[in-house]
């Protein structure tokens, strides 16, 4: 059981180049999130999906866009990078049963560097 | 807009002590309160939850106080150990059909030393 994984672990991008990071969980978790983490500001959540095929805007959606075409995989893009998204960004999931059990399983992050 | 507010930034504790990090929220709708431990180059990790119709849990050395009425709630670390050095973060979330999630707070670093 891998739980939540995340590619790649490291990238640096130059500003307008775009990207996709992938995120896959093994655990059949029904919802997934994409946080970024700066210093100082703690976990921000981007965009979310409660299920296959769904996606949802979290606190701050702006430059980034997800897709959730298979219910193990969770993808995140950066259309055109700016230095602003220079950041780690951390994959997680849960099974979705809200009020029962509700914890989010990260993944190890990916650090990206916008130049 | 910080809805959960997360305070000392940082805490230095000599091994043995109890370490006290402290957490306050605005909106009264929140049902769940977590608190996710991280350690360097890792991912969260979730360590300790709570609900509001409960004032405390302890699991271990870990305990949370929660004090509804005053929209605040707290990690109290006993018998800290130089293992439990590691940024600390509260969280609040509001369950419901289709969402679960999760404001983090700001985070702490805490520092163990023997």
């Known amino acids: 059981n891998a739980g939540v994984t995340q590619t790649p672990k490291f990238r640096v991008l130059k500003t307008g180049q775009s990207m996709t990071l992938l995120c896959a969980q093994d655990m059949n978790h029904e919802y997934m999130y994409w946080y970024r983490q700066d210093p100082g500001m703690g976990l921000r959540l981007i965009h979310y999906?409660?299920?296959?095929?769904?996606?949802a805007k979290g606190e701050v959606p702006d430059g980034y866009n997800v897709s959730r075409l298979k219910k193990q995989n969770f993808l995140l893009g950066l259309e055109s990078a700016a230095p602003s998204q220079t950041s780690v960004y951390f994959c997680?999931?849960?099974?979705?049963?809200?009020?029962?059990?509700?914890?989010?399983?990260f993944g190890p992050g990916t650090r990206l560097t916008v130049t | 807009q910080q809805q959960v507010k997360q305070s000392p930034q940082s805490l230095i504790v000599q091994k043995g002590g109890i370490s006290i990090i402290n957490c306050a929220y605005e909106n009264t709708a929140f049902d769940y309160f977590p608190w996710y431990q991280q350690f360097p180059g890792k991912g969260p990790a979730l360590l300790i939850a709570?609900?509001?119709?409960?004032s405390e849990k302890k699991e271990g050395r870990f305990t949370i106080s929660f004090n509804k009425s005053a929209k605040q709630f707290s990690l109290h670390i006993m018998d800290s150990q130089p293992g439990d050095s590691a940024t600390y973060f509260c969280a609040a979330s509001i369950g419901g059909y289709n969402t679960d999630k999760l404001i983090f707070g700001t985070g702490t670093r805490l520092q163990v030393f023997p």
């Open positions: 709570i609900r509001p119709d409960v």
């Open positions: 997680a999931s849960s099974l979705g049963l809200a009020g029962v059990i509700r914890e989010q399983y």
């Open positions: 999906s409660v299920g296959e095929g769904t996606t």
